[in-house]
């Protein structure tokens, strides 16, 4: 069965400092993995998706994630914090044909 | 255009009670999903509809759970004799033809709040 783990369930930068947000999968093969944002009150939405071509993917708002499959990692990264990147972050997996299965998010904090 | 919508925004009911939470796709999404977002279970997924296909249900936590989707396009989750470890986020997605495994994005609804006193 796909699985993807992140490994902090809450991370704290400060205003124009680097993000990183860890996920791990587990997966039997080349494996769909989404990055979702979810801010307060709001849907999710889709930051960006690794579909087994470029293992650097560039998302929306500045944030990209680097496929590795030699470590199963797909870590979500950002140069400079913006206040406005405080959100809860969901890495995601497809484990069939159709379904995605979800972690159990990562909350952002950005300080001032 | 028009994205997910998902109506009511928000619904309080008593143990016990029936639930219907309502979901329209966006136009032309052949797919159609719910999922729970719940404080101790995080999100999880519940059912899947594929145009008229029968739907995938492996994801109900139990037979009070039901779903239907009519005529290809706005959907019903019911919960039957609702209880409180029922209380969650509902979200509803769609995408275009089903293939999440192929890295098709899908787009989720802003969610129902259900609160079961």
């Known amino acids: 069965a796909q699985s993807v783990t992140q490994l902090d369930s809450h991370v704290s930068v400060s205003e124009g400092t680097p993000v990183l947000l860890r996920c791990n999968y587990s997966s039997s093969y080349s494996p769909s993995l989404f990055w979702y944002v979810q801010h307060p009150n709001k849907g999710l939405q889709l930051l960006l998706k690794?579909?087994?071509?470029?293992?650097l993917v560039k998302g929306i708002n500045g944030f990209e994630a680097e496929f590795k499959k030699s470590e199963t990692s797909f870590h979500l990264t950002k140069p400079s914090a913006h206040m406005s990147d405080a959100a809860e972050y969901f890495c995601v997996v497809s484990p069939g044909y159709s379904t995605l299965t979800f972690g159990k998010g990562t909350m952002l904090l950005v300080s001032p | 255009g028009a994205g997910v919508s998902q109506s009511p925004s928000n619904k309080v009911t008593e143990k016990g009670k029936d639930v219907e939470l309502r979901c329209d796709p966006i136009s032309g999404h052949t797919a159609l999903y719910w999922y729970r977002q719940s404080l101790g279970q995080g999100l999880e997924f519940l059912i899947y509809?594929?145009?008229?296909?029968?739907?995938?249900k492996s994801g109900l936590p139990s037979d009070r759970f039901s779903a239907e989707r009519t005529g290809g396009s706005v959907s019903t989750l019911t919960i039957q004799r609702t209880q409180q470890e029922d209380s969650a986020v509902y979200l509803c997605?769609?995408?275009?033809?089903?293939?999440?495994?192929?890295?098709?994005?899908?787009?989720f609804g802003p969610g129902t709040r259900l609160l079961v006193l």
């Open positions: 997605a769609s995408s275009s033809t089903g293939l999440a495994g192929e890295g098709e994005t899908q787009y």
């Open positions: 509809f594929q145009g008229n296909s029968a739907p995938d």
């Open positions: 690794y579909t087994s071509a470029a293992t």
